[in-house]
């Protein structure tokens, strides 16, 4: 089996080998088959060279025109940024100016005002009312707890059903 | 006038008053190896001109920044290398073609170039080459045509010499099914 093995690569190197001195001789005995234009590598050192100066020219137009116009560039950007600090500090003022809260002297007259609309009676009511509120809700969670106990339901149970 | 040494070249590069002339000295000391080497992966003379253009202007623009890490030639070899497999990126992303077709088209473009004049052997190994995938193809046509060390080889392909040596062993391998089987 290795025998076999080793006679196939020693058999394929040599039919490679023999292969790559076809190469080699071909190589040799034939003139490279690519052809270019006449005269074509004694003027590309002049063509690159022209295109290097063009590239070059073009790139100091282009830097001439960007110092021309960057004073122009930078008072505009001057410009735009006082504006847009006037604007937000305008904004600023206005915003504080609608929600400016009421004085303490301001509050204490709207209370009074308002509290001359009601008699005594009116908040002692109200507080009676709150707190009958407050027993009703203890009362409900009192029902809750009994109807709870009877219905012999536990904490898992009522855990489980919600 | 005997040849200037690359070290020579950039000497004379740094030269702020001899800087066009040294390069103009580099472009015709390269001009053929690298024109050769990009026409061999893109096929047709045109693309080859505007890549090798391309190459020397980057060439231009990188040689003030160029350190000596490596030599320059192989720093030429690997811009213009790069340059070609982005072009021929381009053009499959271009024509949304699957690479397949795109080699497809180049062996037709070789069929009927006019500036291809080679005999009905060397059509057929080119056409065998354009199977290659792109590195192999590199690799192939470096080491056959271009006769560079595989260690210069390693330096612009930025690849180990183990492995360059795989590459060149299977393109040869495919060249010859190729050649059995057309």
Redesign the interface.
């Known amino acids: 089996m290795s025998k076999t093995w080793e006679d196939r690569i020693i058999r394929e190197d040599y039919?490679?080998d023999k292969?790559?001195e076809k190469?080699e001789s071909?190589?040799e005995t034939?003139s490279?088959?690519?052809?270019?234009?006449e005269g074509?590598?004694d003027s590309?050192?002049t063509?690159?060279?022209d295109?290097?100066a063009t590239?070059e020219n073009r790139q100091s137009i282009f830097s001439q025109i960007r110092l021309v116009i960057k004073p122009q560039l930078a008072f505009a950007a001057a410009f735009i940024a006082v504006a847009l600090i006037a604007v937000t500090t305008l904004e600023y003022i206005f915003k504080d100016k609608t929600k400016l809260p009421a004085s303490t002297g301001v509050y204490t007259r709207i209370i009074e005002v308002d509290a001359s609309e009601f008699t005594e009676q009116h908040f002692i009511d109200v507080l009676l009312d709150e707190n009958k509120k407050s027993i009703d809700n203890k009362k409900n969670s009192d029902c809750y707890i009994d109807f709870l106990v009877d219905e012999n339901i536990d904490y898992t149970t009522l855990i489980d059903e919600l | 006038m005997s040849e200037y040494s690359d070290k020579e070249l950039l000497i004379l590069f740094r030269d702020t008053e001899r800087k066009?002339f040294a390069?103009?000295l580099i472009?015709?000391k390269y001009?053929?190896k690298l024109?050769?080497h990009i026409?061999?992966m893109v096929i047709k003379?045109d693309d080859a001109?505007d890549i090798?253009?391309n190459t020397?202007?980057k060439v231009?623009k990188g040689l003030d920044g160029f350190r000596e890490d490596s030599k320059l030639y192989t720093w030429l070899y690997r811009i213009a290398t790069n340059e070609s497999l982005t072009f021929l990126k381009q053009q499959k992303t271009k024509y949304l073609l699957p690479i397949a077709d795109y080699e497809n088209q180049l062996k037709e473009t070789l069929e009927s170039d006019v500036?291809?004049?080679?005999?009905e052997?060397?059509?057929k190994?080119?056409k065998a080459i354009l199977e290659l995938p792109e590195k192999q193809r590199i690799v192939f046509n470096m080491k056959?045509?271009d006769e560079i060390k595989y260690e210069e080889m390693s330096a612009i392909l930025d690849t180990s010499v183990g492995a360059l040596k795989a590459s060149y062993?299977h393109a040869?391998?495919k060249?010859?099914k190729y050649?059995n089987e057309n």
């Open positions: 039919i490679m292969f790559l190469l071909l190589k034939k490279n088959p690519f052809k270019v234009p074509y590598f590309l050192p063509r690159i060279q295109r290097i590239n | 066009n390069f103009n472009i015709k001009q053929q024109y050769w026409r061999k003379h001109d090798l253009q020397f202007i231009w500036s291809f004049n080679g005999d052997i060397q059509l190994l080119q056959y045509f062993h040869v391998k060249i010859e050649f």
